[in-house]
């Protein structure tokens, strides 16, 4: 092998001073708006505001006839049919999105086989479209 002392192969994470993780690093930092593009189009997938507005119209309810129905819904505390029509709302949700959620609706097990960070993005990204605030200032 001629070029073997050019491979290193490193198991794990790599160090954040080897020069593969300083080449990525510098990368990013010189691409900032394309990565912010590139982040934003794949978060696009989990926050259809045009799905939401079909999906969402039962929880809207259950905010306004509620006094503290934006701090109910922030919290996802158990006040009246809150957690079932959040539920609801987020299962309409991926029923329509069947290419980013794929088979979810087949059984049970494929709907709790989504990964759990893709659930709670939706749920964050359908907080953010019912209360009307715009990135963290809803906490």
Known sequence: MAFSHYVYLQVGRPSLKCNAAQLVLKYLLSYKKEL???????????????????????????????????KILRNLLDVGLCRE?????LVCFIRRKPSFFKDAMLSKRHFWAIPAWKRAMTFVFMLRFITGKKGNKFL
């Open 36 to 70: 912010c593009n590139t982040w934003r189009s794949r978060i696009y997938y989990y926050s259809s505001a045009t799905t939401f507005a079909d999906v969402c119209g039962d929880v809207e309810a259950f905010v306004e006839s509620q006094p503290r129905g934006r």
């Open 85 to 89: 029509a959040v539920g609801d709302a």
